[in-house]
């Protein structure tokens, strides 16, 4: 257990529950932060503080899915408004639209960036070029019985997906046929590969599972308080941390899958955790309507937790301080 208490940064903005949450990787210009919400406007931050840099508008429907190329010069968000769309994220301007037949639940950016994975309630996956954006679909193929959660990139050539049918699903894209499959007793309600590629976490019911890419074996589960809507794993590996009902933020050793902390401050439950790619710090996201950022060690000065001489109300010698 931490010795300080989190002062967690709180990022508003948004009008309505905000739902998907993704990290860039470093840049020269520090790492961004992207925001999917039911209010259909995705917002574009500054990682470290939470600073607001623009906003995406364009779509007609709330958007549940989003995601940042390595360089975050790229953003995709997908949307209930059939369409998954394509974004100059230095400008904010719209590069394409990509129409779907029914609401697009998850988009992804491959390692080089240079395809876009969107996974849709027809139960369909379809992989874009970006180099050839209006050809269509380079890859399309039925993926589940039911919804499709979110999916991402295997290595380039594989495909891995959750869904309502309570299957996590490996597509193998050179005969778009499934590889492997594995069953859950609950819904799967969320899917992230590790920055290294080295392993998928699941939040299931209330239990977080942790499988390596490669095998699709099953190296570690925990059950956690209470039913979970989305789990990370630090880029250390050493931590992992989860969300869901209860409104709490749990951060738990990997290894082991003791509790470490237990945090509050969103207002209604959690439906995405992500840490960052400097392990510094993690975000979340909730029904609440705010993004809020937490620091991987309390007290260390990083970003807008700054040390304070003013005399009032602080926390371990930290002023809370809200991102603008």
């Known amino acids: 257990m931490s010795a300080f208490k989190q002062v967690p940064l709180t990022c508003g903005g948004h009008t309505r529950p905000v739902v998907h949450l993704d990290f860039s990787d470093v840049t020269k210009d520090g790492y961004f932060l992207i ?25 007609k429907g709330a958007v549940w899915g989003v995601a940042l190329t390595q360089n975050a010069n790229l953003a995709a968000s997908g949307a209930a408004d059939f369409t998954a769309k394509l974004w100059d994220a230095r400008f904010g301007e719209v590069v394409h639209t990509f129409d779907h037949e029914h609401i697009v639940k998850s988009v992804n950016f491959n390692s080089e960036d240079t395809l876009l994975l969107t996974a849709s309630n027809e139960k369909v ?16 193929f039925a993926a589940h019985t039911n919804s499709i959660r979110h999916a991402v990139f295997l290595h380039n050539s594989r495909i891995v997906s959750v869904s309502d049918d309570l299957t996590m699903r490996v597509w193998d894209r050179s005969s778009g046929q499934e590889v492997q499959k594995v069953e859950f007793n609950q819904i799967p309600n969320s899917l992230e590969l590790s920055r290294d590629g080295a392993v998928l976490t ?37 931590t992992f941390i989860c969300g869901g009902e209860d409104l709490k933020v749990y951060k738990f050793d990997y290894n082991t899958g003791t509790e470490l902390e237990c945090n509050k401050g969103h207002f209604g439950p959690v439906h995405c ?13 909730s029904e609440d309507g705010t993004v809020r950022l937490w620091q991987a060690v309390p007290g260390r000065v990083y970003g807008l937790w700054r040390r304070s001489n003013e005399h009032q109300p602080m926390a371990n010698g930290f002023k809370e301080v809200a991102a603008n």
Request: glycine share 8%.
């Open 273 to 285: 955790v992500r840490w960052s790619p400097d392990g510094e710090l993690y975000a979340t996201s």
């Open 125 to 140: 996956i379809r992989v874009f070029d970006l180099n050839k954006p209006d050809a269509g679909p380079v890859d399309k």
């Open 202 to 238: 699941v939040a299931h019911g209330t239990n977080v599972s942790f499988y390596s890419s490669d095998t699709m074996r099953k190296m570690r589960e925990f059950p956690v308080p209470t039913k979970c809507y989305s789990a990370s794993l630090a880029p250390s590996r050493a």
């Open 35 to 59: 925001s999917a919400c039911k209010d259909g406007k995705p917002m574009l931050r500054q990682g470290e503080t939470g600073d607001w840099i623009g906003t995406f508008e364009g779509h």
